[in-house]
């Protein structure tokens, strides 16, 4: 299973980008998927995910800002983020948890997209 991101860039403060996460392989079921974020010198966090059966949660600090979407027909997802701050800068991974018939390895990441946020 491999997942690859794209859409990450440099954008001005309050400014939008969309991120894209494909997943490909040998995928029996998606439990969900979902964004983590890791600004330098800090640690990964959870931005936001997207489960097949239940809620979706977003961490505080993006709440009305950020959006996350699943096309399940084509295994992405996706995160909108609008009205970006400065302190949104960081590299985005995409999260999975997948069952691919792998015993004992259901998580998944992609390689991550730099997301900066500056004037």
């Known amino acids: 299973v491999q997942l690859v991101e794209s859409g990450g860039g440099l954008v001005q403060p309050g400014g939008s980008l969309r991120l894209s996460c494909a997943a490909s392989g040998f995928i029996f079921s998606i439990y969900s998927m979902g964004w983590y974020r890791q600004a330098p010198g800090k640690q990964r966090e959870l931005v936001a995910i997207m489960p097949s059966i239940g809620t979706t949660n977003y961490a505080d600090s993006v709440k009305g800002r950020f959006t996350i979407s699943r096309d399940n027909t084509k295994n992405m997802v996706y995160l909108q983020m609008n009205s970006l701050k400065p302190e949104d800068t960081a590299v985005y991974y995409c999260?999975?948890?997948?069952?691919?018939?792998?015993?004992?390895?259901?998580?998944?990441w992609g390689q991550g997209t730099q997301v900066t946020v500056s004037s």
């Open positions: 999260n999975a948890n997948i069952y691919s018939g792998i015993p004992g390895k259901n998580d998944y």
